[in-house]
């Protein structure tokens, strides 16, 4: 059954720093690996779907790499600003048709 | 294009009582879900659909019913709220499944059970 871990769950850092954030799964047969964040009190918000023939996605300031040999996925944020202060959640569906989340890492950028 | 809209935004139950959080999505996607999030918990599925007149249950269905009668709405029924359904509800919507597409969510359901 797969499993999907963050870690670390709190990360704080100045505004300006390039950060990685880290998402391990048990499972490498993988359908897709998805990244998501989610403001305090609001939705969720699609960053990233990287399929399992990938092994990287990009958007703007925004880089998921995907290795399923290692069970690992990794996304990496650019230049952050305080705006990108948020919950950001990794999640793969399983053959259930589930999507099985990480606990999610709380990301705070200090100005 | 408004995306996934829910309501209520917030709700507040009596044990026993029953109520719809309604979920709608005008992006013509075929794929629809409710969630759950609990702290420590995550997010768990509660049921699906693929398509108009097809549900299937997730992971968390018990106390729950949904219908699909329109590609546009997949309301979510309590049948007889209970203490341990006080939860964030979420609805999402995907043009495919999920073992190849993003899911677009809604801004959650706030219910609290009494």
């Known amino acids: 059954k797969q499993e999907v871990t963050q870690i670390p769950a709190a990360l704080s850092v100045p505004e300006g720093e390039n950060l990685v954030l880290n998402c391990s799964f048990t499972?490498?047969?993988?359908?897709?690996l998805q990244w998501f964040r989610q403001d305090p009190g609001k939705g969720l918000t699609s960053l990233l779907l990287?399929?399992?023939s990938q092994r990287e996605q990009t958007s703007g300031r925004l880089n998921a790499s995907l290795d399923k040999s290692s069970g690992r996925s990794t996304l990496y944020i650019a230049a952050s600003q305080p705006g990108d202060s948020a919950t950001y959640l990794c999640?793969?569906?399983?053959?259930?048709?589930?999507?099985?989340w990480g606990a999610g890492t709380k990301l705070i950028i200090k100005p | 294009n408004a995306g996934v809209t829910q309501t209520p935004k917030f709700q507040v139950l009596k044990t026993g009582q029953s109520m719809t959080l309604q979920c709608a999505q005008d992006?013509?996607?075929?794929?629809m879900s409710w969630y759950r999030q609990d702290p420590g918990m995550g997010l768990r599925l509660i049921h699906y659909?693929?398509?108009?007149?097809?549900?299937d249950q997730g992971e968390v269905p018990n106390g729950y019913n949904v219908s699909r009668s329109t590609t546009e709405d997949f309301p979510l029924r309590l049948l007889s709220a209970a203490p341990s359904q006080t939860s964030v509800y979420f609805c999402?919507?995907?043009?495919?499944?999920?073992?190849?597409?993003?899911?677009?969510f809604g801004p959650g359901t706030r219910l609290t059970v009494l």
């Open positions: 999402a919507s995907s043009f495919d499944s999920v073992w190849t597409d993003t899911q677009y």
């Open positions: 992006m013509n996607h075929e794929y």
């Open positions: 659909s693929v398509g108009a007149g097809i549900t």
């Open positions: 499972d490498s047969a993988i359908y897709n």
């Open positions: 990287i399929q399992s």
């Open positions: 999640a793969a569906p399983d053959s259930n048709y589930q999507l099985i």
